[in-house]
């Protein structure tokens, strides 16, 4: 199971992006889907995490700016970002706990980050 995660970039300060995570290989399943980010010289913190049942969680840094989401049918989710300010900026990654096809336990699968610039 492979990660990819893409959409990062440079933005002004009050801008969008839109990141993206697609998971491939030989998946039964995928439970919770989380993105995390890393800014230099602090410790990786959770952004928003969705369920399976498309309940969301977002800490109060960035609740009411960004949006989680996930497509299901192509083992994918989303991370919509809006009003970013400089304190965004960070490496983004993106988590799944999946299921492979041959095993009995979820596994939780990390992409290999994508940089988020916000700075004018």
């Known amino acids: 199971v492979q990660l990819q995660a893409s959409g990062g970039g440079l933005v002004q300060p009050g801008g969008s992006l839109r990141l993206s995570c697609a998971a491939s290989?030989?998946?039964?399943?995928?439970?919770?889907m989380a993105w995390y980010r890393q800014a230099p010289g602090k410790q990786r913190e959770l952004v928003a995490f969705?369920?399976?049942?498309?309940?969301?969680n977002y800490p109060d840094s960035v609740k009411g700016r960004f949006t989680i989401s996930r497509d299901n049918a192509e083992n994918t989710m989303y991370l919509q970002m809006n009003s970013l300010k400089s304190e965004d900026s960070a490496v983004y990654y993106c988590?799944?706990?999946?299921?492979?096809?041959?095993?009995?336990?979820?596994?939780?699968?990390w992409g290999q980050g994508t940089l988020v610039t916000v700075s004018s």
């Open positions: 290989g030989s998946i039964f399943s995928i439970n919770v």
């Open positions: 988590t799944m706990d999946v299921l492979g096809a041959t095993q009995d336990l979820f596994k939780r699968y």
């Open positions: 969705i369920r399976t049942d498309g309940s969301t």
